[in-house]
């Protein structure tokens, strides 16, 4: 999709941090915006930012761990424009901490975001994107969604299975003029996990909305199927794709700050 001049885009959990930036980064190349968020201040905010590059945009509040609330969002989208050319599975929340201190409303909270509503969005809208001339899915995963870590299971679970279903939306129905992206940052400095980044050393290595926002951009003109960043991020996948003891033990390390 070299030409994104035009196009319209769902963007979920757009009211901050890699959501923000995406919504942004898409108005820049005159992308119609869908925003969805459960914050409407701060959605409110992004609109605003996105507004000012001259794209069209709605904010829509919905609570994405409400299917209800998910149906009700992708029928207004199209009754108001009838079509979709990009979806912008973006939004998730995070638990980290030991396993068997989690709730159940805390597993199916985070599951209902992370991983329910992407699919369901997915399953309302394949339709209305194989329609087009051009489309693209871009889910947002997580290099924890492709490596081991300490005191994220609930979170690694839905990550990845997210990687997961966009490698299987991939095979489906990727094709050159239908894209598909699991994209997988590691450590990104945003506010649901800015109070565990500063346990890191500086050789974990970071990165910032902004850069996610450019590189899932890129891969949606280039029509990528998997972007990996950062370096630490890649060294980690790599190491477990190689040796799993290895990686286990690379987890061990880094989980002497955490």
Not at 2 to 28: M, N, P, Q, S, W
Not at 74 to 98: C, E, M, S
Not at 227 to 246: E, H, I, K, Q
Request: glycine share 8%.
């Amino acid at each position: 999709m070299h030409d994104l001049r035009g196009k319209k885009a769902l963007v979920t959990g757009a009211a901050r941090g890699i959501g923000r930036a995406i919504a942004i980064a898409l108005a820049r190349e005159g992308v119609g915006l869908w925003l969805i968020d459960i914050d409407p201040l701060e959605l409110s905010a992004t609109a605003g930012a996105a507004g000012r590059h001259g794209a069209e945009v709605v904010e829509w509040i919905c609570d994405l761990a409400e299917p209800s609330e998910i149906t009700s969002a992708v029928r207004q989208l199209l009754a108001r424009w009838n079509k979709l050319d990009i979806l912008v599975n973006n939004a998730g929340i995070a638990y980290f901490g030991p396993t068997r201190d989690m709730t159940e409303a805390q597993w199916s909270r985070l599951m209902a975001v992370n991983l329910l509503a992407p699919i369901q969005l997915v399953r309302e809208l394949i339709d209305t994107l194989l329609a087009q001339d051009e489309a693209h899915i871009v889910n947002i995963c997580s290099a924890l969604g492709l490596v081991p870590f300490r005191n994220a299971a609930a979170y690694q679970t839905s990550k990845f299975g997210l990687v997961g279903f966009t490698q299987a939306l991939h095979g489906e129905f990727g094709r050159r003029r239908f894209g598909v992206t699991a994209v997988c940052p590691g450590f990104v400095d945003t506010e649901m996990i800015a109070p565990w980044l500063s346990r890191f050393p500086a050789w974990v290595g970071r990165t910032t909305p902004e850069k996610v926002a450019a590189k899932t951009v890129q891969a949606i003109r280039r029509n990528k199927s998997l972007v990996v960043m950062t370096a630490t991020a890649r060294l980690g996948w790599w190491a477990t794709r190689l040796s799993p003891d290895l990686a286990g033990w690379v987890n061990r390390v880094v989980s002497r700050w955490w």
